[in-house]
């Protein structure tokens, strides 16, 4: 079975840090990917995603995602954090010729930073 | 504005009583879904819905039902059958394609239902 895995549970930042949170999964064929995060008190919203195409990803608010078939990874990043990133991070994977009903969510990853 | 909309936010009940959670989108969306999430695992699929009068089980069906009346709605019960209820229910919705692709999916703000 298709599983993703998120090995940081809790990560903890001070403001202007680099970010990496890794995502590693187990499916060998073409997968969709992406990275959905959930701000504290509001609801879970795409945060960006690859399909196909350069595996450097950009999303919404500074982030970026690199796909690395070689690694089964689809790691995210952010250059400089702020605290309004504090939120849960979850990474997720369908292979690529299935729709949600297939999507494998990993654990997730709660980011705190500190101001 | 657009979205789902997901009642009550929180929910109380006693074991051996059935209990249904709404989930309404004006989003137009053809697709919807039940997730299940537990502290220290990632959401996992209850029941999803392509289109209206048809619905499928995910990965975690036993001890819920599901209806698909109408586009907007997709209201989730609980039953009794249900072993460990107690969990933050989340709904979603998306577009559906036909080839398959995954949709970017659009969530609710979840239920969080205590059964004791």
């Known amino acids: 079975a298709q599983s993703v895995s998120q090995h940081n549970h809790h990560v903890i930042l001070s403001e202007a840090a680099s970010l990496e949170l890794g995502c590693n999964y187990s499916?060998?064929?073409?997968?969709?990917l992406f990275w959905y995060v959930q701000y504290p008190g509001q609801h879970l919203q795409l945060l960006l995603k690859y399909f196909s195409g350069d595996p450097l990803v950009k999303g919404i608010k500074g982030f970026e995602a690199e796909f690395i078939k070689s690694k089964f990874s689809f790691n995210l990043r952010k250059p400089s954090v702020q605290w309004s990133d504090t939120a849960e991070y979850f990474c997720a994977v369908t292979k690529g010729n299935f729709g949600n009903e297939k999507l494998t969510f990993g654990t997730g990853t709660r980011l705190t930073i500190i101001p | 504005d657009g979205g789902i909309t997901q009642s009550p936010k929180y929910l109380f009940r006693k074991e051996g009583q059935n209990v249904t959670l709404s989930c309404e989108q004006n989003l137009n969306h053809d697709a919807m879904y039940w997730y299940r999430q537990d502290p220290g695992q990632g959401l996992r699929l209850i029941y999803y819905?392509?289109?209206?009068?048809?619905?499928q089980k995910g990965d975690i069906a036993e001890g819920y039902s599901v209806s698909r009346e109408k586009k907007e709605s997709f209201p989730l019960t609980v039953t009794s059958a249900q072993k460990n209820p107690t969990a933050f229910y989340l709904c979603?919705?998306?577009?559906?394609?036909?080839?398959?692709?995954?949709?970017?999916?659009?969530f609710g703000n979840g239920t969080r239902l205590t059964v004791t």
């Open positions: 979603a919705s998306s577009l559906f394609t036909s080839q398959g692709l995954a949709s970017p999916l659009h």
């Open positions: 819905s392509q289109i209206v009068n048809d619905f």
């Open positions: 499916y060998g064929g073409t997968v969709n």
